[in-house]
């Protein structure tokens, strides 16, 4: 069992101020992700968790026990670096023993936690080999096993995948995310790369300029986002933000950039319309939207996605079928589909909600 209470945790480093403030509840067996952009602290956050950094302020809980004092080797707690960090000189099974050994273990008992380790790995045939004989995804499973045999409480992972190509990024992802479901433990993973987020979480921490923008669900972050920074950090392509002028019950852009009728509408004057690709649709034949230039297309197999330069001059992404043909410079009329649209306000960034919803 493992639940985790980060309270007004803040972290500076001499003058630099890096946390300010991270209030956060982890529960017991939980997936979660902090993702964000190079800088916004949370690979520093992981390690005030960890106790390799001290807190500046604030409170860190485990299992009800204040944290902040205890050092690492007693707080069980396990940690996987970017940069594996194995023993060259050692082979496979004594990197993974060396850790389980400062722990008091027995021999039998290394043992059975290696044996364990490595066949949920699959790191059987390469006990003897080392560091140097080893491809970079075996070397991250290494890792990773090195901190499984100590059977932590909690895992901690610093974006285990950036030293991967994208083949591997896929195949360890996929280990990691059964490792959670075999293990059961609370797992709290580091990483720039939303789509890991989105596909490894049950709960998206997104974090920008030390401080937490928005907690939830990866659905919830998709769908409902907090404010214009997640919209556009959360999903793949982005959100589009365009800047409108309410004219009664449509939403115009400035100049001939045309209009167009999303439906109910917040109350508030100045708005952001916020569009993903799969919420516009692309016409050739004109009628009401908003006018654009398609720059190029990404064909990607079952889909493709055609970029479109708006009137003044925002890039827009629209997904459309294969077949679906675009050329450079071809002049189309960008609708949407209303249950698709989202608001934000042009002065704060925040999310709004549409009358009567």
Do not use: W
């Not at 009800?64 to 205890?70: E, F, K, Y």
């Not at 925002?314 to 189309?332: G, K, S």
């Amino acid at each position: 069992m493992a639940q985790l209470s980060l309270r007004g945790i803040k972290k500076r480093f001499k003058d630099t101020a890096v946390l300010h403030g991270i209030d956060l509840e982890i529960g017991d067996r939980e997936f979660v992700v902090f993702v964000g952009p190079s800088g916004c602290g949370k690979s520093t956050l992981l390690r005030l968790i960890a106790g390799l950094d001290p807190i500046t302020d604030g409170e860190f809980i485990l299992n009800g026990q204040r944290m902040n004092d205890v050092p690492p080797s007693r707080r069980g707690i396990a940690m996987v670096f970017q940069s594996y960090a194995l023993y060259p000189h050692m082979d496979v099974y004594e990197n993974m023993a060396f850790g389980a050994r400062l722990m008091g273990l027995t021999k039998d008992e290394v043992e059975a936690r290696i044996a364990e380790a490595a066949r949920m790995l699959r790191l059987e045939p390469l006990l003897q080999r080392k560091p140097r004989e080893l491809s970079g995804g075996q070397r991250q499973r290494v890792a990773i096993g090195r901190a499984l045999v100590r059977k932590p409480a909690v895992f901690l992972l610093d974006e285990p995948l950036s030293n991967l190509d994208a083949a591997l990024r896929s195949e360890v992802r996929l280990e990691i995310a059964k490792l959670h479901r075999d293990i059961g433990g609370t797992m709290i993973y580091v990483t720039h790369d939303q789509v890991e987020a989105m596909t490894l979480a049950d709960k998206i921490v997104v974090m920008n300029a030390g401080r937490i923008e928005q907690v939830g669900s990866p659905r919830e972050l998709y769908e409902t986002p907090a404010n214009t920074f997640v919209a556009t950090f959360i999903g793949s392509p982005r959100m589009t933000l365009v800047d409108v002028e309410r004219r009664g019950d449509t939403l115009a852009m400035k100049g001939e950039g045309g209009s167009v009728t999303p439906g109910a509408l917040p109350e508030e004057t100045r708005l952001k319309l916020g569009l993903r690709s799969d919420a516009v649709r692309l016409s050739r034949n004109g009628g009401e939207g908003f006018a654009g230039q398609v720059v190029y297309t990404e064909y990607l197999g079952d889909n493709a996605y055609v970029y479109v330069r708006l009137a003044d001059g925002t890039l827009l992404a629209a997904r459309t079928t294969p077949n679906d043909l675009y050329a450079p410079d071809e002049i189309v009329t960008i609708g949407l589909e209303p249950a698709g649209a989202h608001y934000f306000s042009a002065d704060t960034g925040r999310r709004l909600v549409p009358v009567g919803t």
